[in-house]
């Protein structure tokens, strides 16, 4: 594990994401941002982005601000899903079913 789950390239510019899939009660606090950040310093990518199902605290919503890291909380995240959906329904989509969901059972998310 370099500190992030995914490592992104479009062009000349990159990115690396760190995701976590955490209960709502559960939030993402500074250090983990901290983590990621710091993982950037061997990476050196152009974007920082860190994903949740649940939410961040202020602290790490200040640091995330200042240190140019961009954040997604599960709200964000359902509402970005959602967007894409009611895009592509637009889209001639013959070959493609649009109307998905997905469920994870109570046994899935606990190996998270």
Known sequence: DGGYD???????????????????????CRPLIQKLV??????KADKIIFITTSYFTKGAERYARDMGVEIVDGKALISMI???NNNNADEDTKD???SFEWQ???E????F
Do not use: F, P, W
């Open 38 to 43: 710091g993982a950037n310093g061997v990476v």
């Open 96 to 98: 493609i079913d649009n």
């Open 104 to 106: 994870l059972s109570e």
């Open 6 to 28: 995914i490592y992104l390239e479009r062009g000349n510019t990159t990115g690396i994401v760190e995701c976590k899939l955490y209960n709502s009660s559960n939030s993402i």
């Open 82 to 84: 959602n967007t894409l």
């Open 108 to 111: 899935e998310l606990s190996r």
